[in-house]
């Protein structure tokens, strides 16, 4: 028993030790990426000259379809107007996706993110895979009827929302192969990113249907893990939603007054799904929330979750990369089944990033590593998955007053700025989208407060 003990333990050890070497090197990875020289354009123009006998280069600009308006969304859509990288129409790129009988396709050469400057606009760059039918209309309140004008325009009730082997091919790979990670398959090989889509199975159900006496509404909430959730009691009024979303370092023992106890989705990258274990330790954190029945959702943010996925889909440890001889099944705390397993696609990953949430940084040296966050592709799920959407535990406009983490309740903490993410424009999406009526985010302004019990202070 003791042997085992100290056995158990010693591995315990040695993997916090590798997570945090791990966590160390890919933070060095970073720093190093956006140091480098990204200022070589005639590298960008070869690749896109070589590749345009793939894409047929040819005519007018397709200028994207209304972006959801922000002052960040407008400028950049003003910007691709001067873009120096070729273009080509949408209508082309549809006619050269099938293959005709007989013809051999093979994957474009490899795209590198060195070779840009500033993420590249492809004119296919707005163009995704719709699947055919969405879930029927059956509640009158669904977002989905929302009058907004310009959400209407940029939401695509349709959109493809999975990756699984049945809906990627030769064309597929090589229209992906533009887009770097978490978008598309840019830098990676065909035969290591497929090795694992193959195994991926198409999902056998929607990720969520209306529960009886719903009206035939779907009414989620998704839970952040920002700090403006500490002390919010919220957690009865969480709980009531049909279904409640989480991600990341999802802690609730012990906080479930404020934050709820309940988790019907659980949205994670391979790299979140093990740092959380390490990071969030010591406020309690043990597993992933686990709740019977509980839907999986992954973020395939880049190789080591295709690496991930392997050893996942397959049982079995992971042989290559950053998490080499784990077992990733363990992490999922005896509630991983295959059948409510999910892959976000590369499609809807970019259509968020390109119609909801087009960050600045996306035209900095650093702006391959620029993306938005596992919380906002969470809310994006929501809100294609969902007739009503509330946010609780995303940052507002007072964040300052709040830790960076509902769990961070013993010492103020202030909110971190990661640069591969631009929580401002994040902030600010959540509160238009609140104020469209299209979601409601819990906000706790001054008013709010003042109906709270009154706390001594
Ligand atoms: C970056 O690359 C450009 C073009 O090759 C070169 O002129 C410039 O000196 C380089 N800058 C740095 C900091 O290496
Ligand atoms: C473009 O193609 C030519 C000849 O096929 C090759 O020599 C060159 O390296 C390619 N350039 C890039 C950037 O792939
Ligand atoms: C581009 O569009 C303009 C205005 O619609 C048209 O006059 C012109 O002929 C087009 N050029 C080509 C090459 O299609
Ligand atoms: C976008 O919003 C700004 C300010 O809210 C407004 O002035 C502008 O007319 C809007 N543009 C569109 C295209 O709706
Ligand atoms: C490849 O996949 C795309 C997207 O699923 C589909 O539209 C296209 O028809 C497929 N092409 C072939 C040759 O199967
Ligand atoms: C959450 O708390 C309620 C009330 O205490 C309890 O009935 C329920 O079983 C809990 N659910 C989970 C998933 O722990
Ligand atoms: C996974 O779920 C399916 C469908 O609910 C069920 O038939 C199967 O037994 C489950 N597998 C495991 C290993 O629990
Ligand atoms: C968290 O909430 C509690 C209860 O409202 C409060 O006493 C505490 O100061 C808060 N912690 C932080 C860091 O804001």
């Known amino acids: 028993m003791a042997v085992q003990t100290s056995k158990s333990c010693l591995l315990l050890c040695i993997i916090l030790v590798s997570i945090a070497l791990l966590i160390l ?27 345009s006998t793939f894409w047929e280069e ?26 120096l990288v070729t273009k080509l129409k949408v209508d082309q790129i549809k006619t050269s996706m099938p293959l005709n009988e007989g013809e051999a396709e093979t994957a474009m050469p490899v795209l590198y993110k060195k070779s840009f400057s500033r993420s590249p606009q492809w004119d296919f760059e707005d163009v995704y895979n719709l699947d055919s039918s969405p879930r029927p209309m059956t ?3 669904s977002l989905r009827n929302s009058k907004d004008e310009s959400f209407r325009k940029a939401f695509l009730p349709n959109i493809r929302l999975y990756l699984h082997k049945d809906n990627i091919n030769m064309s597929e790979w090589n229209r992906l192969s ?14 290591d990113v497929m090795a694992s889509v193959k195994l991926i199975p198409k ?9 009886p006496g719903s009206g035939g509404c779907v009414r989620c909430a998704v839970v952040g893990t920002a700090g403006i959730l500490n002390g919010s009691r919220m957690g009865k009024e969480i709980d009531s939603h049909d279904y409640v979303f989480r991600m990341n370092g999802a ?9 709820g106890n309940k988790t019907s989705v659980y ?31 992954l973020i395939p943010e880049g190789m080591r979750d295709f690496n991930w996925l392997k050893g996942l889909l397959r049982g079995e440890r992971i042989s290559s990369g950053a998490y080499l001889n784990q077992r990733p099944r363990t992490y999922y705390a005896g509630q991983y089944n295959e059948t409510r397993f999910y892959v976000l696609h590369q499609d809807f990953l970019r259509y968020v990033k390109n119609r909801f949430l087009k960050s600045e940084y996306l035209k900095s040296s650093h702006w391959a590593i620029v993306r ?33 983490y509902y769990f961070e309740r013993n010492l103020k903490t202030n909110v971190v700025f990661y640069a591969n993410h631009d929580y401002i424009l994040e902030m600010k999406t959540w509160k238009k989208l609140h104020d469209s009526k299209i979601l409601k985010l819990y906000q706790r302004t001054i008013s709010n407060a003042e109906k709270e019990t009154p706390k001594p202070h």
């Not at 190093?32 to 070589?40: G, M, R, V």
Request: charged share 20%.
């Open 251 to 259: 802690v609730i023992n012990g906080y479930e007054e404020d934050v």
């Open 203 to 211: 999902p056998e159900e929607p990720l969520l249907l209306p529960k």
């Open 267 to 297: 949205v994670h990258t391979a790299h979140s799904i093990t740092s959380s274990l390490y990071f969030f330790k010591k406020y309690g954190y043990k597993s992933v929330p686990n709740d019977e029945g509980i839907k999986y959702v």
């Open 58 to 83: 040819k005519g007018n600009v397709t200028l994207p379809p209304a972006l959801f308006n922000t002052t960040y969304t407008a400028k950049i859509a003003e910007s691709t107007k001067t873009n």
């Open 372 to 404: 938005p966050t596992n919380g906002a592709f969470t809310v994006f799920l929501a809100l294609h998955t969902c007739d009503t959407v509330t946010a609780y535990g995303f940052m507002t406009e007072d964040y300052k007053k709040y830790s960076n």
């Open 178 to 191: 533009h887009f770097n990670n978490p978008f598309g398959f840019m830098e990676y090989t065909y035969d």
């Open 139 to 141: 509640c009158a309140q």
């Open 25 to 51: 090197s890919s933070q060095f990875l970073s720093i190093t990426i956006s140091q480098k020289n990204f200022s070589t354009t005639r590298k960008q123009r070869g690749a896109v000259k070589n590749d």
